[in-house]
């Protein structure tokens, strides 16, 4: 969870042609699947698309999603400060996990070969028998918490006939050692 502070100050309504006061607010946000949902339900686009470019009021729009602080005044969201943007930017990024995969260090970062969209995650804690409580997780954290049931629960890679051989004689060896036997 983040909490950031935004500032009280004046701010001007263009539609209306008021001013209009902001009162210091603290606000508890949460990077989440309940959250993407929200959002993808009201945007109707792939939140974890980067192809997706997201509008400045998709973006503040994506930070009310993200609120689990109750009553907000509305106009705070356009009080945020650029200071409070770096640090949602951040947060978001943040991948919560100090697990990492092999191939992500070799290659770089993978390209998604769908659109992964909030029912898709969905559908994996289902299958995977995530907890519906991890839904509620930092994205990332539930994210790689997937990758790794899907690296879990693969199948094992079957040996070759010479790696099989290169083994057993490598345990014979051992067990001639240690009853000390020449075969």
């Known amino acids: 969870m983040l909490t950031i502070e935004i500032p009280g100050r004046e701010l001007y309504d263009d539609s209306r042609g008021e001013f209009f006061q902001i009162k210091d607010t603290v606000l508890s946000l949460e990077h989440s699947l309940v959250s993407i949902s929200k959002w993808e339900s009201k945007w109707h686009k792939p939140f974890l698309d980067d192809s997706y470019k997201k509008t400045q009021e998709e973006t503040i729009d994506y930070v009310r999603c993200m609120t689990i602080t109750q009553n907000v005044d509305p106009m705070v969201y356009y009080a945020l400060t650029p200071d409070n943007l770096i640090k949602i930017k951040k947060y978001i990024d943040d991948p ?5 995969f092999g191939e992500d260090e070799k290659n770089g970062p993978k390209k998604r070969s769908r659109v992964v969209t909030s029912e898709l995650i969905y559908y994996w804690m289902v299958a ?33 006939k010479r790696e099989i051989m290169s083994r057993n004689k490598a345990l014979n060896e051992a067990r001639k050692r240690q009853i000390n036997t020449r075969g």
Do not use: F, G, Y
């Open 96 to 100: 919560m996990t100090a697990t990492w």
């Open 128 to 160: 995977l028998q995530i907890p519906w409580d991890c839904q509620k997780w930092h994205i990332n954290r539930l994210l790689t918490l997937i990758k790794v049931c899907n690296e879990e629960n693969k199948p094992q890679k079957k040996k070759s």
